[in-house]
């Protein structure tokens, strides 16, 4: 499994911007795509997760409510909209893929590929 993330970049407080993941390989019927990320000087931490059959989904206490995590099953594209971004959301982000298709793990050792990660930075 191959993933590419794309779509970070340098916003003001209060925007918003969008990541993408495709995957593309050997990804097989029912898995979870997550986001992560990691900020300067911190461990990195889950943000946010959906199971891709059922589109359940999970997310950070710091986010909810201003990040969303969707999937197009077609495309094979996972996508984080954040809004209302705070400087604190600054971090490299990273989305991860588990075969565990019907729970959305926040441990990052449940995740067996990554993507390259893309950089937010958001100023005050």
């Known amino acids: 499994v191959q993933l590419q993330a794309s779509g970070g970049g340098l916003v003001q407080a209060g925007d918003s911007l969008r990541l993408s993941c495709a995957a593309s390989?050997?990804?097989?019927?029912?898995?979870?795509m997550g986001w992560f990320r990691q900020a300067p000087g911190k461990e990195r931490e889950f943000v946010a997760g959906i199971t891709w059959i059922s589109g359940d989904t999970a997310y950070v206490d710091s986010v909810k409510g201003r990040f969303t995590i969707a999937r197009d099953m077609a495309k094979k594209v996972a996508t984080l909209q954040m809004n209302s971004l705070k400087p604190e959301d600054t971090a490299v982000y990273y989305c991860a893929f588990s075969y565990s298709g019907k729970y959305i793990a926040r441990d990052e050792s449940r995740y067996g590929h990554w993507g390259q990660g893309t950089l937010v930075t958001v100023s005050s």
């Open positions: 390989g050997r990804t097989s019927s029912s898995y979870v």
